[in-house]
């Protein structure tokens, strides 16, 4: 596929796919298995690094927001993306440039900044909400539209910076509404309580300096480069059929509380899942979208099935079927 030239692992890869086997279930839980339980937000964490990039002046990057206390694994699942998906990682203490950019004196020119350095793949920012307004500011133009403009003592400078970004912050309200509505996945993590605690660090304790499998990520690092230029489409019909079922979300289940920019983003989560499965848009992939995002929806949309025409109750039960609510 593409540039992926390692004989052995495309023929696993057609194999996986030949199979029929959902590529977003089958593969969340390799990303980094030392960190236990959390499935929703590995799968966001998958669909943003093997999200679409932009085409036809729509954004195909998924971005996702973890929030929470320290100790709720937010760094560990970021650093990781980085480190073992030939990701991108910054944090306030550790640029020099900012995520933007910045004046260099010696050579007189304007640096590039940890978002243009992390153009075309995935980039974590950790501690997003330690960083200075001007950087956010620049962080959502990154996210909306793949640039960043930067202006020093009258020098102006373009940058591209298609990333798709993941990002941990411990407070959220010194987040703008703005770059909070950027995200296509927000996470809430919550510090485990002791029942948890002690399931998460029974697994830790099994795990801790031991080889796991799957760790290191060159399986899945592999998978993702082996469907980077790979395309879902969207058929004349699947529009048609993504007309309805959006239609009968705004009605039935959303009942309009979110704004055109969330429905935008479950169109492309579900553009994400297929490309993932390497194959062209199903109009199930938009309702699965709205699950991950949100798995109350299930029960919203099991209600709302017995409002629904035949067609669209089998697009339903399809998504419901796949994400294990049936």
Not at 41 to 63: E, F, Q, W
Not at 140 to 159: C, H, P, T
Not at 241 to 263: C, M, P, Q, W
Not at 265 to 288: E, Q
């Amino acid at each position: 596929m593409g540039g992926f030239t390692n004989k052995k692992l495309i023929k696993d890869y057609e194999e996986l796919l030949e199979n029929k086997r959902d590529m977003v279930n089958y593969w969340y839980p390799k990303y980094n298995p030392k960190v236990s339980q959390m499935e929703q937000t590995k799968k966001a964490l998958l669909l943003t690094v093997g999200s679409m990039g932009d085409r036809y002046g729509d954004r195909g990057r998924v971005h996702t927001l973890l929030a929470g206390e320290p100790g709720t694994a937010k760094s560990k699942l970021g650093i990781w993306t980085a480190h073992q998906l030939d990701g991108r990682m910054c944090g306030k203490r550790t640029t020099d440039v900012g995520l933007t950019g910045s004046y260099d004196k010696k050579t007189g020119e304007i640096e590039p900044g940890a978002l243009p350095q992390a153009h075309g793949n995935a980039i974590f920012i950790d501690e997003l909400d330690e960083f200075a307004e001007k950087d956010r500011q620049g962080l959502l133009e990154a996210m909306s539209d793949g640039k960043v403009n930067i202006e020093v003592g009258g020098d102006k400078k373009q940058f591209e910076a298609q990333c798709r970004v993941i990002a941990s912050v411990n407070d959220t309200s010194v987040l703008s509404p703005e770059l909070k509505d950027r995200f296509d996945f927000v996470f809430e993590l919550e510090t485990p309580n002791k029942d948890e605690q002690q399931e998460i660090m029974n697994d830790r304790i099994s795990d801790f300096m031991k080889e796991t499998e799957g760790y290191e990520g060159s399986e899945l690092r592999g998978y993702l480069d082996y469907i980077k230029s790979f395309q879902p489409e969207i058929t004349r019909e699947t529009r048609e059929r993504l007309k309805d079922i959006v239609n009968f979300y705004i009605s039935a289940v959303d009942e309009g509380e979110t704004g055109i920019r969330h429905k935008e983003s479950i169109i492309r989560i579900g553009i994400g899942i297929a490309k993932l499965n390497m194959r062209d848009l199903d109009p199930s992939d938009v309702v699965r979208a709205t699950l991950l995002q949100d798995p109350s929806n299930s029960k919203n949309w099991r209600t709302a099935q017995n409002m629904a025409n035949k067609t669209i109750k089998q697009i339903i039960h399809k998504a419901l079927e796949i994400e294990g609510y049936t």
